[in-house]
Each structure stands twice: as structure tokens, then as C-alpha cells.
């Protein structure tokens, strides 16, 4: 969406920062009998837990759990399911008309209602209450009033959004958004109880929801306590008594804690010990995909890198990457190389095309010498790579890549490492427009659609395009794919924009991402969802 403001950035964020420091001792309870009590690793939320305001994996974690909305995607098969929603309808894609199931309540006994989604969504928009995921809203009608690129806003609610009565309110878009409905699945579309406004200091301490849990306590850097609720109506009722998330500050702790059975569940195995997890673990290992890609981001805006000659050079550095040989040896095939721009775990039907990108994202020294040569070689004979050294293990990865391009350009100097001290930092520099080379970057589906994996980072002017891209025929593409009627149709359209991203190849698919975690014998039926986070509610806990 144009102009918004995105703050999540991709698996910077997500995949790397599991973190927490435990006390021994398992997860509590057992039995078998659903009210054992689990542990799993954790680590501290970022910001509060209002679901507008949480955009990286840790307090998504909880809001998972302590919340539901309109839409829920399925942990197996990541389709948008009916949640509280009990139909959502339009004739013309762009105005909407919400209603919801009877009976739902949030676990303080307030009732659950069209005016909850409302007020939630209108408190999440306004720039006055500086939520994070403010953007999604951004396709709702009158966002520009409530949240102004500059300068104060001249509307406190969004006008696309109308209360009809306790069961029902109506949405009017800003644009034509026909897969509109399949987003509303993601946390920041979550309803709100009165509690929540009324007193919201005292909310933020202990936060109510409307999910198979609820929140016991909290003590930051410690631990958070759920338990199961028994006033949960919904269909995905907790099958254990609840959940310890502990905070850890060094995944290599939790992966000792897990193999002494002091921790239930880690779901982040450390990259040092991929190598022995499956052994160490047996089938208690995980590794599965899920919707995350790691890109190479050119900065656009720089004339020595922006320019539609330099095409060639970035598509040549692109084929001079061993994809293949950096996810086998650096990352123990929890990495899949990467041939389009969105993710396996979409599938076919929601918009994963195998191959996609064509030639241009195989490996093929020849051809990339050819045409690194044909656009003008290097700017300055060197390609520099930024990456921030802080989380992630990155300058291994970094380190192999440049050495496969130095190997296929025959010069020991053409690709170098450059990293940044701080998380914090490199985002700075990225934010302030001071990248002189490619940089690393990647993505965590906010939910599973082939739009979000597009539109976000590469549309002129979207909330997450760091590299500054612009392209008309993508912006039109991705128009239109956003205004068809049918999915099938509207996929297509959105391959073709990834097609224009083929001949410009202003980021460098990489290799999609897994999941990995594992978990001890007291455990089962535990599996991660698409974005790679444990499915508590179905897991039991033995004896």
C-alpha cells in the first residue's frame, strides 16, 4: 500500500531472535489428560502485546494463542478459515459486509462485537496511538485522515468503517482488494474488549483476549504464564492445560536445556548444531518449511547500481551464487534455494511457482561473467555486501556467497562483507537511504497470499521496499491482480509482476527458509505452522 509506514522487516527480526535463559525443571503437570502444562523457549516481545503494536515472532507467539478473529489459517494447510467471522460478503470487492458468530466472549465475560473489531481496528490505525502494524489498515477507507504521512490527524476513525448493529459492520476499501478477506486472519486484525480502552495500563500488564488461552503472568525477562481457558467456544480448544514461555538470551542454552528435558520445546535449533539435531533428536526434530525467504537487496536508488543497464550486473551476480552448495554446507538443508519470490509453503493454488525465475536464478558462471561484463562490469571493479553482525550467524552465509562470485569472476577482491554493528544500525542505514551496494534482506509472510509476498516490498512507494524499487508494469499488474474476482486469475496476474522482477531483478532470491526446532518424549503431536511458530493448542503433554 502506498505510503504506509511498515516497521516489521522480514526475518531480521523473526527468524534469528529466538532468544531466553532458563531454570531447569520441565513443563509442569502431566497426565495426558490436557491439563499438563508445557515449556517453551521465548523471548521477550519487543513491544506491548496490543495486537496492532506486535510485529515480530515473539509476541506473536502469545497473541496466537490469547486471540482470535474473523479469519484463522490453518496450521496444516494455511488456508483463511472462517473464525469468528460467519460471513464476510461483497459484490464488488471493494465494500464489504462483516458478520460475526453468535456467542463469542473475551475471557473477562465481555461479549465479543462488530463494535470490537471496530474499535480495534480504528485504535491500531490512528498515528496518535503509534501502533506498529498502523499499514494494514492502509487499504481502509479515510487511513490517509487518521494516519498522514506528515503532520496530525484530521480524523480520530476510519470512515470506511460502520457499525450496523451488535453482529455486523460493513468495510469500504480504498482500492479493489478481492483476496481482502484471506488477510484478516493476521493478529492486527484482532478484536478489542472495552477492558482494553478503560484501562489500558492495567491491560497491557495482563492482556485479555478472546483464545483458547489466557495470560496467568508475566515476569519480563523471566517467563510468561498461559493457561488453558475453559470458557473458550471455538473449535481449536486447548488440548493441554497450558504453556511456560521462557525467556532465553542464547539459543545454544535452550538446545542444552531441551536435551537435559529441562525445556519441553525450542522452537529455534541453534545453526551450530543443525548439523547433530536430527541425531541428537531423532524424530523429535523439526525441520519443515515455512513462508519465509531470504533475499539480496539493491539499492535502487543509487545511480551506480539503479540504472536499467545495470540489470545485467545484478542478473549476473544473481547466477554467479551457488545456491545449491551455500544451503547444503552453511546451512545443513534447512534452506532451500530460491526460484521465484515468495515461498513453497503457498503452494501452487496460492501463487508458488517453481522455477519462476528461470535462468536468472541458476547457477552458471559462464553466463554471469557475460553479463556482468555486458552491463558494465562492478561500479568501482567491487560488489559489497551489508549485512548486520549482531544476530543470525549471517557472515557465514555472507562469506560464501562472496566467495562463489569471487570464484566465478576469478578475483579474489570483486565481492567483500560489509557489517554492521547493530540490528539497530543497519536498519538506520537502510531507513536513511545509505546503502552503496546490495544488502541482506528477506521476508516472513504476514499471511499466506502471493500479493503479500509482492506488493509490500517491491510496489512503487510500499511500506517495506528498502531498495526503493519502481516499476509501472509491476504497479499495474499487481492493480489488477489486487481487482480480480477470481483467485486463479488474480495469481496469475501477480506472476506475471513477479516476471517483471525476472528482467529488472532489483532483489536476489536467495533460498527460502524452514523451520527447525525439537522437543522432548513428554511431548506430541507438535508441529510448526507456516510461519514457523509452534501450534501450541494441539499439542499433549504425557506424564
Known amino acids: 500500500m502506498r505510503g504506509a509506514t511498515r516497521a516489521k522487516w522480514a526475518v531480521g527480526?523473526?527468524?534469528?531472535?529466538?532468544?531466553?535463559?532458563?531454570?531447569?525443571?520441565?513443563?509442569?503437570?502431566?497426565?495426558?489428560?490436557?491439563k499438563g502444562v508445557l515449556s517453551s523457549s521465548w523471548g521477550d516481545p519487543q513491544?506491548?502485546?496490543?495486537?496492532?503494536?506486535?510485529?515480530?515472532?515473539?509476541?506473536?507467539?502469545?497473541?496466537?494463542?490469547?486471540?482470535?478473529g474473523l479469519k484463522r489459517y490453518d496450521p496444516k494447510t494455511g488456508e483463511a478459515e472462517d473464525m469468528l467471522a460467519q460471513k464476510i460478503e461483497s459484490e464488488d470487492q471493494q465494500n464489504y459486509t462483516v458478520t460475526i458468530k453468535k456467542g463469542w466472549k473475551f475471557s473477562n465475560g465481555e461479549p465479543v462485537t462488530a463494535q470490537s473489531f471496530v474499535d480495534a481496528w480504528n485504535y491500531g490505525a490512528l498515528i496518535d496511538n503509534n501502533q506498529k502494524n498502523a499499514y494494514f489498515f492502509g487499504y481502509i477507507e479515510g487511513y490517509e485522515k487518521v494516519h498522514p504521512e506528515s503532520g496530525k490527524a484530521s480524523a480520530r476513525t476510519l470512515s470506511g468503517l460502520q457499525v450496523k448493529d451488535d453482529r455486523t459492520f460493513t468495510v469500504k476499501l480504498n482500492q479493489k482488494f478481492s483476496t481482502w478477506p484471506q488477510t484478516l486472519g493476521y493478529p492486527a486484525f484482532a478484536p478489542l474488549p472495552r477492558a482494553f480502552f478503560k484501562d489500558h495500563d492495567g491491560w497491557l500488564k495482563k492482556p485479555v483476549g478472546n483464545g483458547p488461552y489466557k495470560v496467568e503472568s508475566y515476569t519480563k525477562g523471566s517467563a510468561m504464564k498461559l493457561r488453558k481457558w475453559g470458557g473458550y467456544k471455538g473449535p481449536d480448544k486447548a488440548r493441554?492445560?497450558?504453556?511456560?514461555?521462557?525467556?532465553?538470551?542464547?539459543?545454544n542454552t535452550a538446545y542444552t536445556d531441551l536435551q537435559a528435558g529441562n525445556l519441553d520445546l525450542s522452537d529455534d535449533i541453534p545453526a551450530a548444531q543443525l548439523k547433530n539435531a536430527e541425531a541428537d533428536l531423532g524424530d523429535r526434530?523439526?525441520?519443515?518449511?515455512?513462508?519465509?525467504?531470504?533475499?539480496?537487496?539493491?539499492?535502487?536508488?543509487?545511480?551506480?547500481?539503479?540504472?536499467?543497464?545495470?540489470?545485467?550486473?545484478?542478473?549476473?551476480?544473481?547466477?554467479?551464487?551457488?545456491?545449491?552448495?551455500?544451503?547444503?554446507?552453511?546451512?545443513?538443508?534447512?534452506?532451500?534455494?530460491?526460484s521465484d519470490w515468495t515461498s513453497p509453503v503457498l503452494?501452487?493454488?496460492?501463487?508458488?511457482?517453481?522455477?519462476?525465475?528461470?535462468?536468472?536464478?541458476?547457477?552458471?558462471?559462464?553466463?554471469?561473467?557475460?553479463?556482468?561484463?555486458?552491463?558494465?562490469?562492478l561500479?568501482?571493479?567491487?560488489?559489497?555486501?551489508?549485512?548486520?553482525?549482531?544476530?543470525?550467524?549471517?557472515?557465514?552465509?555472507?562469506?560464501?556467497?562472496?566467495?562463489?562470485?569471487?570464484?566465478?569472476?576469478?578475483?579474489?577482491?570483486a565481492c567483500v562483507g560489509n557489517p554492521v554493528g547493530t540490528f539497530a544500525d543497519y536498519r538506520n542505514q537502510i531507513t536513511a537511504k545509505k546503502m552503496k551496494g546490495p544488502f541482506r534482506a528477506g521476508w516472513q509472510m504476514d499471511y499466506p497470499l502471493i500479493q503479500n509476498f509482492l506488493q509490500p516490498m517491491y510496489y512503487t512507494d510500499a511500506s517495506s521496499n528498502d531498495g526503493k524499487y519502481s516499476n509501472k508494469q509491476f504497479d499495474k499488474l499487481v492493480d489488477e491482480a489486487n481487482a480480480e474476482t477470481d483467485r486463479q486469475a488474480a495469481v496469475r496476474k501477480f506472476q506475471d509482476a513477479e516476471r517483471v522482477l525476472v528482467k529488472d531483478m532489483p532483489v536476489i532470491p536467495l533460498w527460502y527458509q524452514n523451520g527447525s526446532g525439537g522437543y522432548t518424549d513428554r511431548l506430541s503431536d507438535v508441529r510448526l505452522n507456516q510461519f514457523s511458530v509452534p501450534v501450541y493448542d494441539r499439542i499433549k503433554v504425557g506424564s
Not at 513491544?47 to 482470535?68: C, H, S, W, Y
Not at 493441554?240 to 542464547?250: A, E, F, I, Q
Request: a positive charge.
Open 47 to 68: 513491544n506491548p502485546l496490543e495486537p496492532a503494536n506486535t510485529n515480530e515472532v515473539q509476541g506473536g507467539k502469545v497473541l496466537d494463542m490469547i486471540f482470535r
Open 285 to 338: 526434530y523439526i525441520n519443515q518449511p515455512a513462508g519465509i525467504i531470504q533475499t539480496l537487496t539493491f539499492p535502487m536508488y543509487d545511480a551506480q547500481w539503479g540504472s536499467q543497464k545495470m540489470a545485467k550486473v545484478r542478473q549476473g551476480l544473481s547466477m554467479a551464487i551457488d545456491r545449491k552448495t551455500i544451503t547444503r554446507q552453511i546451512f545443513q538443508n534447512t534452506r532451500t534455494p530460491a
Open 347 to 377: 503452494k501452487a493454488d496460492g501463487g508458488y511457482k517453481s522455477g519462476l525465475c528461470g535462468k536468472a536464478c541458476e547457477y552458471n558462471p559462464a553466463e554471469a561473467r557475460k553479463l556482468i561484463k555486458e552491463g558494465g562490469g
Open 379 to 413: 561500479p568501482g571493479g567491487k560488489v559489497t555486501v551489508t549485512y548486520n553482525a549482531d544476530t543470525g550467524s549471517h557472515k557465514d552465509w555472507v562469506d560464501a556467497l562472496c566467495n562463489s562470485v569471487n570464484k566465478v569472476l576469478k578475483n579474489d577482491k
Open 13 to 34: 527480526t523473526v527468524a534469528v531472535a529466538l532468544v531466553a535463559t532458563a531454570c531447569g525443571g520441565g513443563g509442569g503437570d502431566g497426565g495426558g489428560d490436557g
Open 240 to 251: 493441554n492445560g497450558g504453556v511456560d514461555l521462557r525467556v532465553y538470551t542464547d539459543n
